[in-house]
């Protein structure tokens, strides 16, 4: 036989003997099938399958169509293995059944808890066991451990089996060692070193020292984003023309790590040489518009810059009623003269009315909660500017986790559906804090707030705080929208108590306020205050007359507040400005009658692309008397926190006897700081600062057995500091050197703080 030939025979005969059994008449006759036998099954019922095959009794079939009902059957995945024959006009279907899942195990793991492996797993009890589902999960487990930085991680299925065609389904896992980023490298950068970009990628080299680190851990994801970091770096730094990619991570030669390298083409650096905007809609000053971009007074091609001059178009455009406007930035470089220019093409768009204002997925909230913090209403001409207002002060409210707001065409292309989606956060808080500080020693706080009670947006808080210095309480309301008009309302009592040396202070009573926002972020508040305070000096070696001393006295007083907050945050600002003014009148009714006048000022920015932040505060405050002396209730004690490197109240006038601080009428403070997380972990939340902290009090009416009573010298310290923000609470630890002090201050170089908040 020619060897084609045979070959040809061998191939047919294999073809044949792996076709499933199926007996039928030769050909590609229809035989008619009378009845249908199933056979071979335990626990799926003859009807589930009669259910999945595409033959019924009285069906003429053909062995084509036997073949479809045969992997019909086991598309199901119900069995294991399937045959077919037919014997004359009856069909007989025998299964052997895949078995079921009695229970899911991990064995070996240490890393990664059961929990987290069977939530990748997702495989429940009861299900239909098959290969193809092991070896799935297995890939999962596995590529898991490699995102958790363990490359080497083996994972076995294994099957154990049981009666009633039952199976236990073990997954044996290997973790291996961790492997993480033992080299990081750069090919091509020529402008900017290795030690520089790695600043600016998020990804780290391993370090000893960094045992709570994650950023040394190898992962595609987390480079891939770096890969955009170092994008990002160039481009605001004139590169337009650069380009990054970066080499698969491979595993040095030991195993013991990975190495990173990232290929940069840096190319030219480009001077922003012209910018032109053309625009589709009339009447638009298209020069005006061109101004908007600054890119500095070195003209440096700088992509945020460009962004940001794209966004005041919007907004201006949106200014003038123009919802939907279509931007498209072209650039053109020319190496050769290193220089770039920028057109901005503006689409065709028409002025559009706001239709209609919808507020999607608040549960909780009362839709008119959201409405009045809107600076537009349905029918009004489209603002970008009062749209983008509106939604600062959706966010501001605090109720909120995410706010999105999108566009929609109306009823026609004139009219705009401007869609609010919110997403609710809880607003209630119960805080128990316990800590511990080298200035108040133990402190326990206690608090409930709830920030939008029963949906309508009003406030009601309960606190209390205690430790071997001080005791607060206070119980208030706020309503954010009294009488429905932009009025803020407040209300609240309190006790307050607080030692000094060997003097206390106790003071009780009720406030209350009314306050509004006017333009460009300035707040005004009215407020009122009665009060009864007692100032007790418990040492016996006192000398200094305060004339109150056991004294009760009553304080009627009337406030005025006026503020503009930009800072980012209150708490823990990073970019912004405060101004505020305060000021205080008592004599109306009680027996204090005083004036006191506080202002405070805050500049904050950040600096080399948020590396670190540089801040300075200050403070100024003088209270007089009207036809009495000013009592040491209503003086100013300075030290402590707000001048680090001095105890609390160690600075300005003391007690020639018991060496107690008694305050004073004029206070002065202020500091300079810069804070970074250059040199730490991202992941370890550590911050480190450098600080010089000034400040005196000084001024009071009873100077007789008083040391330094009007002694107006300024105190100062210069200092570092370490903040971390831990899990069970926030911790800061503060050394300073006290620069500039009297003989009579109390210094305090080191100062920390151990606080947890549950």
Not at 416 to 427: C, D, F, H, P, Y
Not at 497 to 516: L, R, Y
Not at 619 to 635: D, F, I, M, W
Not at 656 to 673: I, M, P, Y
């Amino acid at each position: 036989m020619p060897k084609l030939a045979f070959i040809f025979v061998c191939l047919l005969a294999f073809a044949l003997a792996s076709t499933p059994s199926i007996e039928a008449q030769s050909g590609d006759s229809q035989v008619r099938v009378e009845e249908i036998v199933v056979t071979g099954n335990k626990r799926v019922a003859v009807g589930t399958v009669l259910s999945y095959l595409p033959v019924r009794a009285g069906d003429r079939v053909t062995r084509g169509s036997l073949s479809i009902a045969l992997e019909r059957l086991f598309e199901t995945e119900l069995f294991r293995d399937i045959d077919i024959s037919l014997d004359g006009s009856v069909l007989t279907v025998t299964v052997v059944e895949n078995p079921i899942i009695n229970r899911v195990n991990i064995e070996g793991n240490d890393a990664l808890s059961d929990k987290r492996l069977l939530e990748v797993l997702d495989i429940q009890p009861r299900r239909v066991y098959t290969r193809e589902l092991a070896l799935e999960a297995t890939q999962r487990l596995i590529e898991l451990y490699q995102s958790s930085g363990r490359y080497a991680a083996v994972v076995e299925p294994q099957i154990i089996e049981l009666d009633e065609n039952r199976v236990d389904l073990a997954f044996v896992v290997d973790e291996g060692p961790l492997i993480k980023i033992s080299k990081i490298t750069f090919t091509g950068n020529e402008r900017f070193s290795d030690s520089a970009l790695k600043r600016t990628i998020s990804s780290r080299e391993s370090k000893w020292f960094a045992i709570f680190s994650t950023s040394d851990k190898y992962d595609e994801a987390r480079l891939d984003y770096d890969v955009r970091l170092l994008r990002q770096f160039y481009l605001t730094r004139g590169f337009a023309d650069i380009e990054v990619s970066r080499v698969q991570g491979g595993l040095l030669p030991d195993r013991t790590g990975f190495a990173v390298n990232f290929l940069l083409q840096e190319g030219q650096r480009y001077k922003v040489n012209e910018i032109t905007v053309n625009s589709d809609i009339e009447n638009v000053d298209t020069s005006e518009l061109a101004s908007l971009f600054e890119f500095g007074d070195d003209n440096w091609y700088d992509v945020r810059a460009l962004e940001q001059g794209l966004l005041e178009i919007t907004n201006n455009l949106g200014a003038l009623g123009y919802a939907f406007v279509n931007l498209d930035p072209e650039i053109v470089t020319n190496p050769e003269t290193g220089q770039l220019d920028i057109a901005v093409n503006i689409g065709k768009a028409r002025k559009n009315f706001v239709e209609r204002i919808e507020i999607v997925n608040n549960v909780r909230t009362k839709d008119s909660v959201v409405r009045r913090e809107f600076e537009l209403v349905e029918g009004d001409a489209f603002n970008q500017i009062k749209l983008d207002e509106s939604i600062r002060n959706i966010r501001n409210l605090g109720f909120f986790s995410d706010v999105k707001v999108r566009n929609l065409v109306g009823s026609s292309e004139e009219q705009t559906i401007t869609e609010l989606t919110v997403e609710e956060q809880s607003t209630g808080e119960l805080s128990i804090g316990l800590g511990y500080s080298s200035l108040e020693q133990t402190s326990l706080a206690f608090g409930i707030d709830e920030r939008n009670f029963l949906g309508t947006g009003r406030a009601l808080s309960l606190s209390f705080d205690l430790s071997q210095k001080r005791s607060n309480f206070r119980f208030g309301v706020a309503e954010p929208y009294l009488f429905g008009r932009n009025l803020t309302s407040r209300a609240g009592v309190f006790n307050d108590k607080v030692k000094q040396d060997s003097v206390s202070i106790s003071k009780t009573g009720f406030d209350f306020g009314i306050g509004f926002e006017a333009a460009q972020d300035y707040y005004h508040n009215v407020g009122y205050e009665l009060s009864q305070s007692k100032t007790t000096e418990s040492s016996t070696t006192a000398t200094s007359i305060t004339g109150e001393n056991g004294a009760q006295i009553l304080t009627s007083a009337a406030s005025y507040v006026v503020g503009q907050d930009r800072l980012d945050n209150r708490l823990d600002p990073s970019e912004g400005t405060l101004f505020e003014l305060r000021q205080e009148l008592a004599g109306i009714g009680g027996d204090a009658k005083f004036y006191k006048v506080t202002g405070r000022a805050a500049y904050y920015r950040p600096v080399n692309f948020n590396a670190l932040f540089f801040g300075v505060k200050g403070r100024a405050s003088q209270v007089v008397g009207l036809g009495e002396k000013v009592t040491q209730s209503q003086r100013f004690f300075l030290g402590g926190r707000d001048v680090r490197g001095f105890a609390l109240s160690g600075i300005g006038p003391r007690d020639t006897g018991s060496k107690a601080a008694v305050g004073g009428n004029t206070l002065v403070t202020g500091s300079v700081e810069v804070v970074s997380h250059l040199g730490l972990s991202k992941d370890l939340n550590m911050r480190w600062t450098v600080f010089s902290d000034f400040g005196s009090v000084w001024g009071t009416d009873y100077p007789s057995g008083v040391t330094g009573a009007n002694d107006k010298s300024m105190r100062s310290s210069v200092g570092v500091g370490l903040l971390w923000d831990t899990v069970v609470g926030p911790l800061s630890f503060y050394w300073a050197n006290p620069v500039s002090k009297k003989s009579y201050d109390k210094t305090k170089t080191f100062q920390f703080t151990i606080g947890t908040r549950l």
